[in-house]
């Protein structure tokens, strides 16, 4: 079937804003974009009018909790408080959600329960609705890291939230077994902070036991993701060959060159931490220490930017107080509170969120042979990036050329 689209404005981060056009998707991907007025209407089987309204490439959002959520009030981040099918249906209406916002794609930041494998499958057997989805697994670290918290004396793992593991060999094997179920990236605790109760100082691995599970995973083709907040440890990553930097508060320009050299992907995710501060955070007393963090992000994540580091989207949506669905919220903190250029942010959100998908020639840009995964927006996101961030502008998704929902 060929679909055009006319009096659309298209808006991508390598062509820029491309008013009054008309693209035309034939089957799964788009065959052509042009000025308005070059189209035989008779040649196609169905005209769809955008009357202004925006088209651009489907986002992706790369730091994904598929079963974080809470219980009416009770926060479940680990997913222990309900049944695997529980937390598998929970997943399907979070990734339903992400794509509905205009998130065509997703990858895993860990998960319950082995559940994000079966979500994957799910949506590609067209099982259920969701976004393209990179499914990850339980999260690492070692024996008494922030994630470990029941009393030793209740004698009881929570192997279903996470893997515990101590020592190169135990971390080997633990990433094989995974990679088994059907994990296809690895997502490690290597410190503390940034929203967790151990200290952003504390390392949670040794650099054995981190280049193991890196080792592993990249001689299986998977890849390693990992919750990083000091220095020491996000040197010490990137110096391994980590894929994805999440977090990374202490970043600095030596890091910030070596990751620009390597290729390494980096996930700032700043959104949760100060919607945290804002509704909870001077309760608990955690306001200055974010807001010390955040200023500093100001400061280097433009930086990161301006030298070309690979930044994608992001964040612990399903934590306390931060329900899933706010996703396109996250675009303005960095154009808004931070000074980057509303193109600059689209462009993490889709190419580069393209190629951490794995499809850097497929998606990501409105051209020609391109895959058809595009967003309908009412109204220009580089007049006022924030109509991204409410759902009611997101007038029709598309995925491999089909009107999703």
Aim: hydrophobic share 40%; charged share 20%; with cysteine.
């Amino acid at each position: 079937m060929r679909t055009a689209f006319v009096h659309a404005h298209v808006l991508d981060a390598v062509h820029g804003p491309r008013p009054a056009s008309t693209v035309v998707i034939d089957g799964s991907r788009i065959e052509s974009v042009g000025a308005d007025g070059s189209l035989d209407a008779s040649s196609v089987d169905e005209v769809v009018d955008l009357a202004g309204r925006t088209l651009m490439p489907g986002m992706v959002t790369s730091h994904f909790h598929s079963t974080y959520h809470e219980l009416g009030s009770t926060p479940d981040p680990l997913g222990l408080d309900a049944p695997p099918v529980y937390q598998g249906l929970i997943g399907a209406r979070n990734l339903r959600t992400a794509l509905r916002c205009g998130f065509t794609g997703a990858i895993s930041a860990g998960a319950a329960c082995d559940v994000d494998a079966s979500l994957a499958k799910g949506i590609a057997d067209g099982v259920i609705e969701g976004p393209r989805f990179i499914p990850g697994g339980r999260e690492f670290s070692t024996t008494g890291h922030s994630n470990d918290t029941a009393p030793w004396y209740w004698q009881l793992g929570a192997s279903g939230g996470i893997q515990l593991c101590d020592g190169p060999e135990e971390f080997r094997k633990k990433v094989r077994e995974e990679i088994k179920r059907g994990a296809r990236v690895i997502k490690v605790f290597l410190t503390g902070g940034h929203g967790t109760l151990a200290p952003r100082n504390r390392t949670e691995l040794t650099r054995d036991e981190f280049a193991a599970v890196i080792e592993t995973a990249h001689s299986r083709g998977v890849m390693v993701r990992a919750h990083i907040v000091n220095r020491y440890a996000l040197g010490m990553a990137l110096d391994l060959g980590i894929d994805i930097v999440d977090h990374g508060d202490e970043l600095d320009d030596e890091c910030i060159a070596q990751m620009v050299e390597q290729g390494t992907f980096y996930v700032p995710s700043v959104y949760f931490p100060k919607h945290f501060a804002a509704t909870l955070g001077a309760g608990l007393g955690f306001t200055e220490g974010i807001a010390e963090d955040l200023r500093y992000a100001a400061e280097v994540l433009p930086r990161a930017n301006a030298a070309g580091v690979k930044l994608v989207l992001g964040d612990d949506y399903g934590a306390v107080g931060f329900p899933h669905g706010m996703y396109g919220k996250e675009l303005a903190i960095y154009v808004d509170d931070m000074g980057i250029a509303p193109l600059d942010v689209i462009r993490w959100a889709t190419v580069h969120g393209a190629d951490l998908l794995g499809q850097p020639d497929e998606l990501g840009v409105v051209e020609a042979g391109r895959l058809a995964d595009l967003v309908v927006v009412d109204g220009d996101p580089l007049a006022d990036i924030s109509v991204l961030g409410e759902p009611a502008n997101i007038k029709a998704v598309y995925k491999d050329g089909k009107l999703t929902g």
